[in-house]
């Protein structure tokens, strides 16, 4: 058989793999399609490199982009969009940053660059869900979405038995965003996750939207070790900073095949 067709099914069956079992690594791709890795990193390459499938920046794993439809495709393109400008952005500052999307009454993680962020810092994988109304990024989200999605949302959150002070609170604190132009890590979140409620991640936070309204796409933050003694200087870099996250990452979803990354 020539080595061209081998290939070809090699990366065929890596990427039925990925469709059909999810997300891996090289080690596990290799193991279940009896390659060596050497073979399969060229493979995986190969369908990277044509736009079949992708590496996270988060996780380092292999997913692929194919069999994806609605709003699980715009998933991926956003991760697309995200993973080139977050990468490039740890050239000039070593804070990182998560890229998020509403799910429910949540906000989920699609792509970050923590892992390569400062060390020491703690880590969150793609999928990881954190409440919407408790988070700089879900307030972000809540106070530009749409005022229908908006008011959706908070009747959802009043149903689950969120209380109504709570709720006149988030109301006046996403003003207070819309007016800052930013949202802040309420004090009262520590970094807890839906699977890990009690973790404490010791990060401060703020976060901007990713798109307006009817075209909003998430959110994006940028996090620091709360222990630092931040100046309204620093927030005033970061924000400026996540505002140009964000519009890079909105002209890589318009432009998909050459995605922006921030200037100087």
Same mark, same amino acid.
Request: glycine share 10%; net charge positive; with cysteine.
């Given at each position: 058989?020539?080595?061209?067709?081998?290939?070809?099914?090699?990366?065929?069956?890596?990427?039925?793999?990925?469709?059909?079992?999810? %997300?891996?690594?090289?080690?596990?791709?290799?193991?279940?399609?009896?390659? *060596?890795?050497?073979?399969?990193?060229?493979?995986?390459?190969?369908?990277?490199?044509?736009?079949?499938?992708?590496?996270?920046?988060?996780?380092?794993?292999?997913?692929?982009?194919?069999?994806?439809?609605?709003?699980?495709?715009?998933?991926?393109?956003?991760?697309?969009? *995200?993973? %080139?400008?977050?990468?490039?952005?740890?050239?000039?500052?070593?804070?990182?940053?998560?890229?998020?999307?509403?799910?429910?009454?949540?906000?989920?993680?699609?792509?970050?660059?923590?892992?390569?962020?400062?060390?020491?810092?703690?880590?969150? $994988?793609?999928?990881?869900?954190?409440?919407?109304?408790?988070?700089?990024?879900?307030?972000?989200?809540?106070?530009?979405?749409?005022?229908?999605?908006?008011?959706?949302?908070?009747?959802?959150?009043?149903?689950? $038995?969120?209380?109504?002070?709570?709720?006149?609170?988030?109301?006046?604190?996403?003003?207070?965003?819309?007016?800052?132009?930013?949202?802040?890590?309420?004090?009262?979140?520590?970094?807890?996750?839906?699977?890990?409620?009690?973790?404490?991640?010791?990060?401060?936070?703020?976060?901007? %939207?990713?798109?307006?309204?009817?075209?909003?796409?998430?959110?994006?933050?940028?996090?620091?070790?709360?222990?630092?003694?931040?100046?309204?200087?620093?927030?005033?870099?970061?924000? *400026?900073?996540?505002?140009?996250?964000?519009?890079?990452?909105?002209? *890589?979803?318009?432009?998909?095949?050459?995605?922006?990354?921030?200037?100087?």
């Amino acid at each position: 058989m020539p080595d061209d067709h081998r290939g070809l099914q090699r990366g065929l069956a890596l990427l039925k793999d990925l469709a059909q079992q999810g %997300p891996a690594g090289l080690a596990v791709l290799a193991r279940r399609q009896g390659l *060596a890795k050497s073979t399969a990193k060229r493979a995986l390459g190969a369908l990277v490199s044509s736009g079949l499938a992708r590496r996270s920046l988060a996780d380092d794993l292999y997913r692929a982009n194919v069999l994806l439809l609605g709003a699980q495709h715009r998933e991926t393109r956003l991760e697309l969009a *995200a993973a %080139p400008v977050l990468r490039a952005t740890l050239a000039e500052d070593p804070w990182p940053s998560d890229v998020m999307v509403r799910d429910g009454l949540a906000m989920r993680t699609v792509e970050n660059n923590r892992r390569a962020a400062l060390p020491g810092l703690a880590r969150s $994988g793609i999928g990881e869900r954190v409440a919407i109304h408790r988070t700089a990024v879900g307030q972000a989200y809540l106070a530009w979405c749409d005022k229908a999605e908006a008011a959706r949302v908070l009747a959802l959150l009043a149903a689950h $038995g969120v209380p109504a002070a709570e709720l006149r609170r988030l109301d006046q604190a996403l003003e207070a965003t819309r007016q800052r132009g930013h949202a802040v890590r309420p004090a009262g979140f520590r970094g807890g996750t839906e699977v890990a409620p009690r973790r404490v991640d010791g990060l401060d936070a703020i976060a901007v %939207p990713i798109g307006r309204g009817s075209g909003l796409l998430g959110a994006v933050n940028v996090m620091w070790p709360r222990r630092l003694a931040v100046d309204a200087g620093f927030v005033a870099a970061q924000k *400026a900073r996540l505002t140009a996250i964000s519009a890079a990452i909105e002209a *890589a979803m318009a432009t998909p095949e050459r995605p922006a990354v921030p200037g100087p």
